[in-house]
């Protein structure tokens, strides 16, 4: 399975979404912030200069109310005391204004305290000096000394109202020193998220505009492979079906119409209409194995007979499984193909089979014939020869000697070229059972069938230690005798022959003769030292009935090399011949090293 890339995946655009989303609620909750802290400092400024107001305001009144109060004195006119008269509910409802909008700190709340204290002070002297003026009960030196004292209350509370004036002032600055503080970054960090929510709405753009061209292109792509799928069908026989097991619709390929004989498309895919085409004969059996293939997600594909719409009978196999998709729905997938051509073929095979079956059972007789038959007469004439040349020999002319030794040899090469003829049909005909044997023991059988051509010919036989392998044991035998014999018969006439026989391991792609791969091989070579061949004719020598020397020069009947390339291509090896005229011959062989029986 490959790896995914995250900027290649669904779940980077759902992020980048969220990420997005979260910036924007950000933001949003910034400016509420900083919206909320305006409000309270455009508050805070209200609250300063209506506190600022309210103490000149109040101010104003105390002054309102000892301007009535020299005026009275200086004139006893009662007109100048209706201003002090209306300051003590002004002054009194400015002083409860000024609490209120000072609720919230605690200096202010404490200030207030002493200037309630100075004004009451200051509105006791006024009250007492105008009783004492009214009731002309004073000395000009007590009038003197409140009214002395009264102007220090009087200044007292000036004193008071500016230190309350300040101490708003200071908070007012304070707060609009935080609100700066808050301000100066506020858009410097706003600016930077809408950068980075640009940025993200820009890589979702280029992803989702790359998904849009990957999207085109799989379009296309899927177009294509739909049209090559249809094509597929058509070249290769065979329609394709779907069933939704949830709604149990049927969706039919239009090849699966024109395997049916109909147009495509020409009726609506169902169970029912398929199966008005199946054979009578199958019909149930139909319906059975396409309900247990189902229920049971079966795999084992069926085959049953159709009729089709021109009424050709025609043979389908049936074969699907049960896919799930994302959406959770099962639905059964499926493929339709007509074997007749198959049925047709495998027909046509087991006929030719009976035909070579009674081949074979003629070819056997004419072996048992060739093997008793045709060698009775033959042993008859090498036998009266043979009589003749003991009992009679002296009384034939010259000629007739040399025809009967004429007809002595022919009748021995006959009978040579038969045992030859049996000896490879046995080769082709013989059951191919493997069995575990030593080579070693199969040479030495080899060797004690050619002891006499040995002995004769002074040769000498060389071999390293071979292995115990699985194969077919008469066979290699038979391998052997016909190597070794054919190095014998070619030896050098005055030269005593000198045959090595060796053997390795070997992989294919190390030796020359065989293909470019990696088996591993047995690898078994004969040398000899004979008269050798030219190497242009190395594959011609194992051309059955091919000789490379005239039969009055070296006795043989040009099967001994052919049985021997019969034998190795029954083990599913390979055998090679290399030669030097004058000088020698070698024989490879290859064996696979996993042979497996046949």
Not at 162 to 173: A, G, N, R
Not at 205 to 233: C, Q
């Amino acid at each position: 399975m490959k790896r995914i890339g995250l900027h290649k995946s669904p779940l980077f655009l759902k992020i980048i979404f969220v990420v997005s989303v979260a910036i924007i609620f950000f933001i949003g909750g910034i400016t509420f912030k900083h919206i909320t802290i305006l409000k309270k400092s455009s508050a805070y400024v209200s609250n300063s200069y209506e506190v600022n107001i309210e103490l000149e305001r109040l101010m104003s009144c105390i002054k309102d109310a000892e301007t009535g109060q020299r005026g009275y004195l200086l004139s006893k006119d009662k007109k100048f005391l209706i201003p002090y008269q209306n300051s003590g509910s002004l002054i009194k409802k400015s002083h409860q204004r000024i609490s209120e909008l000072t609720s919230n700190s605690r200096t202010q709340q404490n200030n207030l305290k002493t200037l309630q204290y100075h004004i009451n002070k200051r509105l006791n002297y006024l009250s007492k000096n105008l009783y004492l003026v009214q009731h002309e009960k004073y000395s000009e030196d007590e009038l003197e000394y409140n009214l002395i004292t009264g102007q220090k209350s009087m200044d007292s509370i000036r004193l008071r109202i500016e230190d309350m004036i300040i101490t708003q002032k200071v908070l007012l600055k304070n707060r609009q020193k935080d609100y700066d503080s808050t301000m100066n970054y506020t858009p410097l960090l706003i600016y930077l998220t809408l950068i980075i929510t640009l940025i993200l709405i820009t890589i979702a753009f280029v992803k989702m505009n790359r998904d849009l061209i990957l999207l085109k292109n799989t379009i296309h792509t899927l177009t294509v492979e739909i049209e090559a799928n249809k094509l597929s069908e058509i070249v290769g026989n065979f329609g394709s079906w779907k069933l939704d097991i949830e709604t149990n619709t049927y969706t039919f390929s239009d090849n699966e119409y024109r395997l049916l004989g109909c147009e495509p498309q020409s009726f609506e895919a169902s169970k029912e209409g398929f199966l008005k085409f199946i054979h009578p004969d199958d019909l149930e059996f139909v319906k059975e194995s396409a309900n247990n293939a189902i229920m049971n997600d079966s795999r084992v594909p069926f085959m049953y007979r159709v009729i089709r719409k021109d009424g050709q009978v025609r043979y389908f196999k049936d074969m699907g499984q049960v896919v799930s998709f994302a959406s959770q729905n099962k639905t059964y997938i499926g493929t339709t193909r007509d074997i007749t051509s198959e049925i047709d073929d495998k027909i046509t095979t087991e006929e030719r089979n009976r035909e070579l079956e009674s081949n074979n059972k003629e070819l056997s007789a004419f072996n048992y014939i060739a093997s008793h038959d045709l060698q009775e007469p033959l042993r008859k004439i090498e036998t009266f020869i043979s009589r003749l040349i003991s009992k009679d020999h002296d009384n034939i002319s010259t000629a007739g000697q040399q025809y009967i030794a004429s007809i002595q040899k022919s009748a021995n090469r006959m009978r040579v070229l038969i045992e030859d003829l049996l000896q490879f049909s046995r080769t082709n005909k013989a059951e191919k059972t493997f069995q575990l044997s030593n080579l070693n023991c199969l040479l030495d059988n080899a060797k004690q069938e050619l002891a006499q051509t040995i002995e004769e010919k002074k040769a000498v036989l060389t071999s390293s230690v071979l292995p115990s392998l699985s194969l077919i044991p008469f066979q290699i035998q038979q391998l052997f005798i016909n190597l070794i014999g054919n190095s014998l018969k070619y030896s050098k006439v005055n030269e005593a022959p000198s045959i090595n026989i060796n053997y390795s391991v070997i992989v294919a792609n190390e030796e020359e003769f065989l293909p470019d791969t990696y088996q591993e091989y047995h690898k078994i070579t004969v040398e000899d030292n004979g008269i050798g061949f030219d190497q242009e004719y190395a594959k011609n020598i194992f051309v059955l009935f091919n000789r490379l020397h005239n039969k009055n020069e070296y006795q043989g009947t040009g099967i001994g090399l052919a049985i021997c390339k019969k034998i190795v291509e029954n083990h599913k090896g390979f055998i090679f011949a290399k030669g030097v005229l004058h000088e020698g011959s070698t024989f490879i062989i290859y064996l696979p090293v996993e042979q497996k029986q046949a």
